[in-house]
């Protein structure tokens, strides 16, 4: 395949650079904003082409040396090439640019990206895969293994739990190693970032509210730390382990069901003080389903406040959400640094 010289506009969500050979789109991983380089064209679409680096011709400013071995080869970070503060950077224009274009959102009301105080070392556990003998992560773009011995975005305890899986015999598998021990359910990843998203959470909810709604509400982790808040409190989940933890402890306010939002969230919202229900969304990165989206248009509940691991889903459900609420913030926060993902929590009040 041919090379290309190109210069690099931008990074988008995802984690790639792109440039622009005769007006198309090169998309080219490994780069950053502002330099030059050669690249090889490894996929030649009519729209868009990919394209590996080969060389660097002019670094930016902000090209650093990465940390890990295996970078570049790796599936996980996309950004240990880049310092930290320019990361934030991108992260907050992504957030920008994917609002604009797919929510086609205008006057985004965005706050300031909230920094994980650790950028390496902030993981409480990563999941790694054993396949005859070798124990690692997926390589890029493949399903092969890259034997990994030592992952600088886990937190030590995380890092002393692989050196000792590597040290015995194990199956073939997966294999998720944490921080501390506690029950199989989902938690966030990056405790003090965790810690500055609910205390968000609980400052972006008004006072003397009736009934809170937690859609997706795992073990509770928000509903939990909003009690204060509310006369009562619905949490839904799936996951039967993450209610029957969220059970351990409740109060008389407190109920927590196990069922699927798209099918109880109509209900959980009907016949209560629409004026003072705060409905928090917490979904995965796939967003909310249609009849979820057209629960929440129909109720109107008078606060949303939707948590989001995915700008892209969050783009277009908002989008969804446009003719009957108001967008009132919307806060990146960088609770996976290295890596191409970002939180984002978007406030809205329901338009009179
Ligand atoms: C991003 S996690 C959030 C969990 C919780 N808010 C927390 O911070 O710990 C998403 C949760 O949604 C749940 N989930 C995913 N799809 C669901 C659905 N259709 N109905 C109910 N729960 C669902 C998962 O079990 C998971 O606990």
């Known amino acids: 395949m041919r090379t290309v010289d190109l210069q690099i506009e931008d990074i988008v969500f995802g984690g790639k650079g792109v440039g622009r050979e005769h007006g198309k789109a090169v998309f080219v991983p490994f780069t950053v904003d502002g330099e030059f380089i050669s690249a090889k064209i490894t996929r030649d679409k009519k729209k868009l ?3 590996e680096v080969v060389d660097v ?4 400013s902000h090209r ?3 940390r890990c071995p295996y970078f ?3 599936g996980g970070c996309a950004y240990q090439h880049i310092d930290y503060s320019h990361q934030l950077e991108i992260k907050t224009s992504q957030v920008r640019d994917v609002l604009q274009r797919i929510g086609q959102i205008k006057d985004i009301p965005l706050r300031s990206i909230v920094p994980s105080p650790s950028p390496y070392a902030y993981r409480n556990r990563i999941t790694v895969h054993a396949e005859d003998g070798v124990i690692g992560y997926f390589r890029r773009d493949s399903h092969r293994l890259i034997d990994v011995e030592c992952c600088p975005i886990a937190m030590d305890e995380v890092n002393r739990e692989l050196k000792d899986l590597r ?3 194990v199956p073939d598998g997966h ?3 944490r921080a501390r021990s506690g029950p199989r359910i989902f938690s966030q990843t990056n405790d003090a970032v965790a810690t500055a998203l609910r205390d968000l959470v609980i400052a972006l909810v008004p006072p003397n509210q009736q009934l809170l709604v937690d859609a997706y509400c795992g073990a509770g982790f928000f509903a939990k730390a909003l009690i204060d808040k509310f006369e009562r409190i619905v949490g839904i989940d799936w996951d039967r382990f993450a209610i029957a933890a969220a059970n351990e402890n409740v109060t008389a306010k407190e109920t927590y069901v196990a069922g699927d939002v798209e099918a109880g969230l109509r209900s959980a919202l009907h016949e209560c003080d629409k004026d003072r229900t705060v409905l928090l969304l917490d979904p995965p990165a796939t967003g909310l389903g249609l009849r979820v ?3 929440i248009g129909d109720t109107a509940p008078a606060t949303l406040i939707y ?3 995915n700008p892209s889903t969050l783009a277009r459900d908002l989008g969804d959400f446009r003719h009957g609420f108001e967008i009132r913030s919307i806060t990146p926060l960088d609770m996976f640094p290295q890596t191409a993902e970002i939180e984002v929590v978007a406030e809205l009040r329901r338009l009179d």
């Open 49 to 51: 082409a990919e394209a």
């Open 57 to 60: 011709r002019k670094p930016s």
């Open 64 to 66: 650093i040396e990465p």
């Open 72 to 74: 570049g080869r790796c």
């Open 167 to 169: 040290a015995r015999k």
């Open 175 to 177: 294999y998720t190693l």
């Open 293 to 295: 989206r057209e629960a």
């Open 307 to 309: 948590i989001s691991c």
